[in-house]
């Protein structure tokens, strides 16, 4: 089970927006801002989409942003494309004995 | 271009030994935390080790403590990751990655695959 609770999946048509939920607690996301979001495609290695919880590295589109209330962070996809379909794994910095913990990931499909 | 580039994977008997290595290049590996991430088949991921510039802070996931040493050569820009003790769910390919931002990895390698099994 992992610590960072997602949806397994979400699906959206092309042009629509969706979000994925990341849920933690008080000692991961909801005591830092240090949630981080990433795309995996299958076969490939995970990409770094949003990182500090709204914040996006040079290169990604901004149909990518994410925000946190609470205990709960968010991605969302606006204007959906096929190649949007992936894995996506949020991720938070936790002051538990691990330093980081990830969610159980999300598997997004264009439909 | 910065990147990454994970080695050393293999097959290996349960409670037998495995050093994987990382070749960074493009930034300035002396001055960042690097970490290792892995994903059993089929699962996802799992944040496994980091250490910080100077090798200070070492911290280890749970499941791996005591078994698994993290290291790194500044004057190689390269990163280890010696595992002993290897159990069948250490099965794996692991992710070598640079910490970009606070606890945000990026690049990622492509990963080496370790397989433990009789």
């Known amino acids: 089970q992992s610590a960072l609770t997602q949806p397994a999946s979400v699906s959206g048509s092309p042009g629509q927006s969706i979000t994925i939920s990341c849920t933690g607690t008080s000692s991961d996301v909801g005591g830092y801002n240090y949630v981080s979001w990433y795309q995996q495609h299958p076969g490939k290695a995970p990409k770094l989409m949003i990182y500090?919880?709204?914040n996006r590295p040079s290169g990604v589109s901004n149909r990518f942003s994410g925000s946190k209330s609470g205990n709960t962070a968010s991605l969302t996809i606006s204007g959906l494309q096929a190649e949007d379909e992936a894995d996506y794994y949020c991720?938070?910095?936790?002051?538990?004995?691990?330093?980081?913990?990830f969610g159980g990931g999300t598997k997004l499909t264009v439909l | 271009e910065v990147q990454v580039v994970e080695s050393g994977g293999g097959l290996v008997k349960p409670g037998g030994s495995l050093r994987l290595s990382c070749a960074a290049s493009?930034?300035?590996?002396?001055?960042?935390?690097m970490n290792w991430v892995r994903q059993a088949p089929g699962k996802g991921l799992e944040w496994v080790s980091s250490i910080n510039r100077d090798g200070v802070y070492i911290y280890y996931a749970d499941s791996v403590k005591g078994r698994f040493t993290i290291s790194r050569d500044d004057a190689k820009n390269s990163l280890y990751l010696q595992m002993n003790s290897l159990r069948a769910e250490d099965t794996a390919v692991y992710y070598c990655?640079?910490?970009?931002?606070?606890?945000?990895?990026?690049?990622w390698g492509q990963g080496t695959l370790v397989t433990v099994s009789s």
């Open positions: 500090e919880v709204t």
């Open positions: 991720s938070s910095y936790t002051r538990t004995s691990t330093l980081v913990v």
């Open positions: 493009g930034f300035s590996f002396s001055t960042a935390t």
């Open positions: 990655a640079r910490d970009s931002s606070k606890f945000a990895f990026d690049p």
